[in-house]
């Protein structure tokens, strides 16, 4: 059992208050089908509104794979849980056990692992927006702790493979922030960049970027996994949902965090 570890702090902490913020931050509208999202993970005061506009164009499918950074430190570099049940305040998802099994056996660098997982906000946040919007959703959490582009590949054209031969739709969402604790100028600057490599589907021009230009974007190795498997996945194209800063709800421009939401299809 994975408890909740931020709620409270990043996210309501009562269903009731959740199931509030959840009609407020996502907006009734058409959904399709996608193969994979990119969404923030800061708290939903900041970033809530980009997560929940990006959730609410996609129809969720009963599986996902859930890519995230480690901001603990705990664990190892690839931890993948395999098994067990994820909570929040008023809900609980599954993990997908079946499909846990088949990443684990095609992806040399994911390892069996819940010490990543036990206080690691980023895909926490996420779970009450996709349960929201597909009450029977199983998961895959994880957690990917080194950015050095050769693992990353490894292990998002893994998971390109396994998700595509997967004999039902399986969505994939990516977890990241963008830059971090720069002017509100600055870092629409540098976000732009990191969207512009993301939108074209560029892995190693994502990487580039960052190094490049000192993109502070906490969620550089799970965004260049999806990116890696979106060859193998059939995706061919990515589109911005909404970007903003925490600059823009709090009103503070000198040090700000960015938040994308895309949608890849």
Known sequence: MREPAVAGSFYPDTPKAIETELARLMPAGPAAPARAVVVPHAGWIYSGAVAGETYAQVAVPR?????????????????????????YPGGAVPVAQELAASLLTAAHDL??????????????????????????????????GRTDPGFCRAVGEA???VVAAWPEPVLIVDSTDLNHYESQAVSQRKDRLAIDAMVALDPEGLWRAVRTHDISMCGIAPTQALLWAAPALGIRSARLVRYQTSGDVSGDF????????????
């Open 63 to 87: 599986l996902a794979v859930l890519l995230g950074p480690n901001h603990t430190g705990l664990g190892v570099p690839g931890a993948l849980m395999s098994e067990g049940l994820w909570r």
């Open 254 to 265: 000198a040090r700000v965090v960015g938040y994308a939401g895309l949608v890849l299809e």
């Open 159 to 161: 998971l390109g493979r």
């Open 111 to 144: 390892q069996g692992d819940t010490w990543a997982h036990l206080r690691e906000h980023a895909l926490e946040v996420q779970l009450p927006f996709l349960h929201r919007r597909q009450p029977a959703l199983a998961i895959v959490p994880i957690s990917i």
